[in-house]
Every structure is written in structure tokens, then in C-alpha cells.
T-cell receptor, first 114, second 111 residues
Framework: GAVVSQHPSRVICKSGTSVKIECRSLDFQATTMFWYRQFPKKSLMLMATSNEGSKATYEQGVEKDKFLINHASLTLSTLTVTSAHPEDSSFYIC??????????FGQGTRLTVV | GEDVEQSLFLSVREGDSSVINCTYTDSSSTYLYWYKQEPGAGLQLLTYIFSNMDMKQDQRLTVLLNKKDKHLSLRIADTQTGDSAIYFCADSTGNTGKLIFGQGTTLQVKP
């Protein structure tokens, strides 16, 4: 079945630094990838929709300069949290799909900014 | 905008049935999904139902959809301790793949 790999699974970074999270579709070409953020004991909030070769579409309230999304190929999308602050600490999850296929989620990345 | 609501917590005894409820507001939903999330992990698709269906059964899982009331439920028969997790319902419209999630229901299964 479809597999999506997210890396790293956990990352701790210092305040002010940038962190890159990768989302790869291992056995299919993902035309669309989504990035979600999950706060503790809360639902998943869609941050942005990423289509290969085009700019990501950000949801209202999500800072595009803060959360840089690149979908350079049909198997890879990256989320870069720039100038991270403690309030950016969260669980970030990606999902990937292609036409006619249901979403497949990555394992998630726990980001802790200290 | 679209909204999906779930109760936050459910506790059952092992062997009992669990019923997790969800309501949604989007009248143009095409698919409705149930996902399971274990601690520190991503989301696992459990099952989904197309909006023109009212019931779907898949082994221990039964999904009921009342489109008139915009109410979705997930029944887990013979609940096991391994079923302890957070369960999210989600709805999507069209073929965009964009999902709107409920808050998640934490299912606690007591031995």
C-alpha cells in the first residue's frame, strides 16, 4: 500500500534557528501534499496544501514566511520552520495523495524549541 | 466555514462496544473518514464512508451516517485494550484531498 515517510520523527532546536521537516511518498507519486499541525490534546489544523511545482496554498492565519513549504518533486515536500520560537513547538504531520487515492499520513514530527 | 465536532473522551470496558460520535456542518461533504492516532504517531486510516451511503461495516468497525442530521458514528465491537487511542473523524469535499478534522475522541479501554 501507499507509504509516506516523514523525517525526522523528533527534533529539538534552539530558539532562533530553522528546522526542516521532510515528507516523502515512498511508493507513489504524490501530486498533492498537506501539512498539518497538532497542538496537545487538540485536533489537526491544516496549515497548507502543496502541489508539485507550484507555490503552496496556506490556510488563513498561517504565516507563509514562517513556515516555508517546498514541493520540488512528486515524492518530496519539505516544511521549514524559520526562526523557530518555543510557541512553534508542536507535532507536525504531512499527508500525501494522488488523484483517486485516499490520503496517506506520515508518522509525524515532534518539534521542541528550547 | 466547515466545522467537525466530536466528544472528547470515552471510556469502556474491554469486550464492550464503543460508539464514537461526530457531527459536521458541510452539506457538500463527499467522503467522511475515521482515523486512529496512537500516542506520538501519525494517523492511520480506519475506514471511510461515501456520503450517499448510510452504513458501512468492516470487521469490528461499523460506520453509520445520518446525512439529514449530519451525524456520523463509529462503532467498535468487542473493544480491546489495543483500541485505546485518539479517534478523529474528518470530512472532505470534492477531490481536493483537503480534510477538516474533529477535535479527536480519546478512547480509554479498561481491562
Amino acid at each position: 500500500g501507499a507509504v509516506v515517510s516523514q523525517h525526522p520523527s523528533r527534533v529539538i532546536c534552539k530558539s532562533g534557528t530553522s528546522v526542516k521537516i521532510e515528507c516523502r511518498s515512498l511508493d507513489f507519486q504524490a501530486t498533492t501534499m498537506f501539512w498539518y499541525r497538532q497542538f496537545p490534546k487538540k485536533s489537526l489544523m491544516l496549515m497548507a496544501t502543496s502541489n508539485e511545482g507550484s507555490k503552496a496554498t496556506y490556510e488563513q492565519g498561517v504565516e507563509k514566511d514562517k513556515f516555508l513549504i517546498n514541493h520540488a518533486s512528486l515524492t518530496l515536500s519539505t516544511l521549514t520552520v524559520t526562526s523557530a520560537h518555543p510557541e512553534d513547538s508542536s507535532f507536525y504531520i504531512c499527508s500525501a495523495t494522488r488523484t483517486g487515492q485516499s490520503l496517506t499520513f506520515g508518522q509525524g514530527t515532534r518539534l521542541t524549541v528550547v | 466555514g466547515e466545522d467537525v465536532e466530536q466528544s472528547l473522551f470515552l471510556s469502556v470496558r474491554e469486550g464492550d462496544s464503543s460508539v464514537i460520535n461526530c457531527t459536521y456542518t458541510d452539506s457538500s461533504s463527499t467522503y467522511l473518514y475515521w482515523y486512529k492516532q496512537e500516542p506520538g504517531a501519525g494517523l492511520q486510516l480506519l475506514t471511510y464512508i461515501f456520503s450517499n451511503m448510510d452504513m458501512k461495516q468492516d470487521q469490528r468497525l461499523t460506520v453509520l451516517l445520518n446525512k439529514k442530521d449530519k451525524h456520523l458514528s463509529l462503532r467498535i465491537a468487542d473493544t480491546q485494550t489495543g483500541d485505546s487511542a485518539i479517534y478523529f473523524c474528518a470530512d472532505s469535499t470534492g477531490n481536493t484531498g483537503k480534510l477538516i478534522f474533529g477535535q479527536g475522541t480519546t478512547l480509554q479501554v479498561k481491562p
